[in-house]
């Protein structure tokens, strides 16, 4: 499992969550099952249900009565507990980043390391937009405003008119798309300038943001009184959603009070502060050195 993804954070997640023998548990991202193998260990009676939508994770199903994988997006999670009859549940774990196999399989699209077509879907399946088709038929001021939403990207309307005049000729492949923006990257900075590119890419073609605006609040809904939720995010996009949420549970604005000024919510921050990997782990897993966990409990 080492070799497909390395659960990021591992202890401090199951510190988070205190997990309970007898509890049901959600892992939203099951990817290498690496954090669900762990929640397993510490249940006897209690139930897990993992979900991911990449069809690459069914070959690390976990063999065991008290699991059950469901091949859907993170978003569907209140849909599809509802299904196997779970109205409550005690703790949601996600892991939002990208696994280590769906960035070292060169065919994904998802890394500007290899040579291949822009695909970048975590489901194909059910999503019919690709990197590659997003970039041949979104306007110009459509591009120019995911690089610079998604991805931060400075000279954003550069980016996206080089991509515009050079793409008549059709962007197909990561090097083609290299080679239609080369002369907007500065020099010396093309690995950290493609990662942002590929990150808004990404996140459009998979509709990233909405999904976990999703997943939080159906979590929300979920958790039984006293229940938590666990969420390692890598880039600030994530983070500060995940943060605004359990702060004030909305994504944007101040949290809502009652007639005495108290606030509103369902969920309690727990570390005011996001716990990030020890220089340990960084060394062993150089992908974890980005990753920032925040975790919430249901309010009583």
Same mark, same amino acid.
Request: net charge positive; charged share 30%; glycine share 8%.
């Given at each position: 499992?080492?070799?497909?993804?390395?659960?990021?954070?591992?202890?401090?997640?199951?510190?988070?969550?205190?997990?309970?023998?007898?509890?049901?548990?959600?892992?939203?991202?099951?990817?290498?099952?690496?954090?669900?193998?762990?929640?397993?260990?510490?249940?006897?009676?209690?139930?897990?249900?993992?979900?991911?939508?990449?069809?690459?994770? &069914?070959? @690390?199903?976990?063999?065991?009565?008290?699991?059950?994988?469901? @091949?859907? =997006?993170?978003?569907?999670?209140?849909?599809? #507990?509802?299904?196997?009859?779970?109205?409550?549940?005690?703790?949601? &774990?996600?892991? &939002?980043?990208?696994?280590?196999?769906?960035?070292?399989?060169?065919?994904?699209?998802?890394?500007?390391?290899?040579?291949?077509? #822009?695909?970048?879907?975590?489901?194909?399946?059910?999503?019919?937009?690709?990197?590659?088709?997003?970039?041949?038929?979104?306007?110009? =001021?459509?591009?120019?405003?995911?690089?610079?939403?998604?991805?931060?990207?400075?000279?954003?309307?550069?980016?996206?008119?080089?991509?515009?005049?050079?793409?008549?000729?059709?962007?197909?492949?990561?090097?083609?798309?290299?080679?239609?923006?080369?002369?907007?990257?500065?020099?010396?900075?093309? @690995?950290?300038?493609?990662?942002?590119?590929?990150?808004?890419?990404?996140?459009?073609? =998979?509709?990233? #943001?909405?999904?976990?605006?999703?997943?939080?609040?159906?979590?929300?809904?979920?958790?039984?009184?006293?229940?938590?939720?666990?969420?390692?995010?890598?880039?600030?996009?994530?983070?500060?959603?995940?943060?605004?949420?359990?702060?004030?549970?909305?994504?944007?604005?101040?949290?809502?009070?009652? #007639?005495?000024?108290?606030?509103?919510?369902?969920?309690?921050?727990?570390?005011?502060?996001?716990?990030?990997?020890?220089?340990?782990?960084?060394?062993?897993?150089?992908?974890?050195?980005?990753?920032?966990?925040?975790?919430?409990?249901?309010?009583?």
């Amino acid at each position: 499992m080492a070799a497909y993804h390395t659960p990021v954070l591992l202890t401090n997640c199951m510190e988070a969550l205190r997990i309970r023998h007898d509890g049901i548990y959600a892992d939203a991202t099951f990817g290498g099952g690496g954090h669900s193998r762990e929640i397993l260990g510490r249940i006897t009676t209690g139930k897990l249900f993992a979900f991911d939508c990449d069809e690459d994770a &069914l070959k @690390n199903r976990i063999d065991d009565s008290r699991f059950v994988l469901i @091949n859907q =997006n993170f978003r569907e999670l209140k849909f599809f #507990l509802h299904k196997y009859g779970v109205t409550q549940i005690d703790g949601l &774990l996600a892991d &939002l980043g990208v696994s280590s196999h769906q960035l070292d399989s060169p065919g994904r699209g998802f890394s500007s390391r290899f040579d291949s077509e #822009l695909d970048m879907r975590m489901d194909k399946r059910r999503n019919k937009l690709t990197a590659a088709s997003l970039l041949n038929n979104y306007p110009e =001021n459509k591009l120019k405003e995911i690089f610079s939403r998604h991805g931060e990207i400075k000279n954003a309307g550069r980016l996206a008119k080089s991509i515009v005049i050079k793409g008549k000729q059709r962007i197909r492949t990561v090097n083609e798309l290299k080679k239609a923006i080369e002369e907007c990257v500065e020099k010396g900075n093309e @690995n950290q300038y493609c990662a942002k590119m590929f990150q808004a890419l990404r996140i459009e073609v =998979n509709d990233e #943001l909405n999904a976990l605006k999703d997943l939080l609040l159906q979590a929300d809904e979920m958790l039984k009184p006293g229940g938590r939720i666990a969420v390692i995010s890598y880039h600030s996009l994530e983070d500060r959603l995940v943060k605004q949420f359990f702060r004030t549970g909305k994504f944007r604005g101040e949290a809502e009070k009652d #007639l005495y000024g108290n606030v509103q919510r369902g969920l309690k921050m727990i570390n005011a502060k996001p716990i990030v990997p020890g220089t340990d782990e960084i060394k062993q897993n150089s992908r974890a050195r980005s990753a920032k966990l925040r975790v919430a409990e249901k309010e009583t």
